[in-house]
């Protein structure tokens, strides 16, 4: 934009300054042509009454004379045909000149003047001088010069006048843009500072208005979503009590361990609603200590469903870019899914590896597959709420990968979670 201002100033000034310049030119050149033309005429009018009235001796004196001072070619051409100055073939305009008409004419050497001389009593003499063409523009081109530099000049500045306009608008623009960048990327605390024209500064104050409006929407909503979920701590209260009172300790302790773990994240969730604000230091968990933790989480329910597990677990830390309890939940909705699409003793595979900078998670299992428009937030074919792979893959951007469902080679669902490396806080 800044550059496109800059050439459009260019061409205004260029414009202008040509449609005023050109004729000022050409009127110079005129101008002086002119002056040229009346100093000969003068000096031919002063031989006139020398011409008139004298004989050829004393007009021949007389013209030596002017044409010495003058520097310009002089030819006086009496009615007996005598030519006294500068011997001068006579010309269609001293013909002319000779039945009593004086005039200037143009030749390819300059401009000759010609003067009808009354009053001799042997009939018209005639003064014939020349303007050369150098005496007819001499000082043209250095007014040229001058008159192309001072149009340069003007254009310069033209320039750097609509360059500092543009800058201001560019700045005030680029400041915007910048703002809805970090608006975009959950900084919701950005601002931008009205800056610029009228218009610029309005569009400014609606987008921090629009902040600010996105902020207390979010704030609403958090709030929201923390008292649903407090409100599960009811029923996990009575849950833990029924399970403490089971006979069989280790089922009392397997339930009480998956109470402790629903407690623990219905916590995060609160907690994440409510208090969550930008982190002065970057996101980073080891996926290898938590996928093996997860599976063998899973492993329990899948021994009583006569699921074979299959772990392929790279020696880890693999740190990722992605809080603890994020990873987690990815990760137990992933394993989910397994458990609530695919019929008993089904089997599946868990398999964790790097991969080209990246860690790449693929859980794979094969039973009957997944329907295409799976990875849609709220789309579920399976009686479910639909959110499972939408937190996966949620996970997976917030790290800079990205989630891919498929067929695996068995014919069942493959899910490909890839996971980005640890970012730093200026990232």
Same mark, same amino acid.
């Given at each position: 934009?800044?550059?496109?201002?800059?050439?459009?100033?260019?061409?205004?000034?260029? /414009?202008?300054?040509?449609?005023?310049?050109?004729?000022?030119?050409?009127?110079?050149?005129? %101008?002086?042509?002119?002056?040229?033309?009346?100093?000969?005429?003068?000096?031919?009018?002063?031989?006139?009454?020398?011409?008139?009235?004298?004989?050829?001796?004393? #007009?021949?004196?007389?013209?030596?004379?002017? $044409?010495?001072?003058?520097?310009?070619? $002089?030819?006086?051409?009496?009615?007996?045909? =005598?030519?006294?100055?500068?011997?001068?073939?006579?010309?269609?305009? $001293?013909?002319?000149?000779?039945?009593? +008409?004086?005039?200037?004419?143009?030749?390819?050497?300059?401009?000759?003047? %010609? #003067?009808?001389?009354?009053?001799?009593?042997?009939?018209?003499?005639?003064?014939?001088?020349?303007?050369?063409?150098?005496?007819?523009?001499?000082?043209?081109?250095?007014?040229?010069?001058? /008159?192309?530099?001072?149009? #340069?000049?003007?254009?310069?500045?033209?320039?750097?006048?609509?360059?500092?306009?543009?800058?201001?608008?560019?700045?005030?623009?680029?400041?915007?843009?910048?703002?809805?960048?970090?608006?975009?990327?959950?900084?919701?605390?950005?601002?931008v500072t009205p800056a610029g024209p009228a218009e610029l500064r309005e569009v400014a104050g609606a987008l921090n208005h629009l902040a600010g409006r996105i902020q207390v929407l979010l704030r609403e909503e958090r709030e929201q979503v923390a008292d649903l979920s407090h409100r599960l701590r009811t029923p996990l209260t009575a849950l833990r009590l029924e399970a403490e009172s089971l006979r069989d300790p280790a089922d009392a302790a397997r339930v009480t361990?998956?109470?402790?773990?629903?407690?623990?994240?219905? =916590?995060?969730?609160?907690? +994440?609603?409510?208090?969550?604000?930008?982190?002065?230091?970057?996101?980073?968990?080891?996926?290898?200590?938590?996928?093996?933790?997860?599976?063998?989480?899973?492993?329990?329910?899948?021994?009583?469903?006569?699921?074979?597990?299959?772990?392929?677990?790279?020696?880890?830390?693999?740190? %990722?870019?992605?809080?603890?309890?994020?990873?987690?939940?990815?990760?137990?909705?992933?394993?989910?899914?397994?458990?609530?699409?695919?019929?008993?003793?089904?089997?599946?595979?868990?398999?964790?590896?790097?991969?080209?900078?990246?860690?790449?998670?693929?859980?794979?299992?094969?039973?009957?597959?997944?329907?295409?428009?799976?990875?849609?937030?709220?789309?579920?074919?399976?009686? *479910?709420?639909?959110?499972?792979?939408? #937190?996966?893959?949620?996970?997976?951007?917030?790290?800079?990968? *990205?989630?891919?469902?498929?067929?695996?080679?068995?014919?069942?669902?493959?899910?490909?979670?890839?996971?980005?490396?640890?970012? *730093?806080? =200026?990232?």
């Amino acid at each position: 934009m800044r550059g496109r201002l800059a050439l459009l100033a260019a061409a205004v000034g260029v /414009l202008v300054l040509t449609a005023f310049l050109v004729p000022l030119a050409l009127l110079v050149r005129d %101008v002086t042509a002119d002056r040229a033309t009346v100093r000969a005429t003068a000096d031919a009018q002063s031989l006139v009454p020398v011409v008139g009235t004298n004989d050829p001796e004393t #007009i021949r004196l007389t013209v030596e004379q002017l $044409v010495a001072e003058s520097r310009r070619p $002089v030819s006086v051409f009496l009615p007996d045909g =005598t030519i006294l100055g500068a011997a001068t073939p006579r010309t269609p305009a $001293v013909e002319l000149a000779a039945r009593g +008409q004086s005039l200037t004419a143009d030749f390819a050497d300059g401009r000759e003047v %010609v #003067i009808a001389v009354q009053g001799r009593t042997d009939g018209t003499g005639v003064i014939r001088t020349v303007v050369p063409a150098a005496e007819l523009t001499h000082g043209v081109t250095r007014a040229w010069l001058l /008159l192309a530099g001072l149009g #340069i000049v003007l254009v310069l500045v033209g320039l750097a006048v609509a360059d500092r306009l543009a800058r201001s608008l560019v700045g005030a623009i680029t400041d915007l843009s910048t703002v809805s960048h970090r608006l975009a990327n959950a900084e919701l605390d950005a601002r931008v500072t009205p800056a610029g024209p009228a218009e610029l500064r309005e569009v400014a104050g609606a987008l921090n208005h629009l902040a600010g409006r996105i902020q207390v929407l979010l704030r609403e909503e958090r709030e929201q979503v923390a008292d649903l979920s407090h409100r599960l701590r009811t029923p996990l209260t009575a849950l833990r009590l029924e399970a403490e009172s089971l006979r069989d300790p280790a089922d009392a302790a397997r339930v009480t361990a998956a109470v402790d773990g629903l407690e623990r994240a219905v =916590t995060g969730l609160i907690r +994440q609603a409510r208090w969550r604000t930008p982190t002065a230091g970057a996101a980073v968990s080891d996926a290898a200590a938590i996928v093996g933790d997860r599976v063998a989480f899973w492993s329990v329910l899948a021994e009583d469903t006569g699921r074979t597990v299959t772990l392929d677990l790279a020696e880890g830390p693999l740190p %990722v870019g992605v809080p603890a309890d994020e990873l987690e939940a990815a990760v137990d909705a992933l394993l989910g899914n397994v458990f609530a699409h695919t019929p008993d003793e089904t089997p599946f595979t868990v398999r964790l590896a790097p991969d080209g900078g990246r860690v790449l998670l693929t859980v794979a299992d094969e039973g009957p597959g997944m329907p295409p428009g799976t990875v849609r937030r709220g789309a579920s074919h399976g009686g *479910s709420t639909g959110l499972g792979l939408d #937190i996966a893959q949620r996970a997976a951007q917030a790290s800079g990968g *990205s989630l891919e469902v498929g067929t695996g080679p068995g014919g069942g669902a493959q899910v490909l979670l890839r996971l980005g490396p640890p970012r *730093s806080p =200026t990232d």
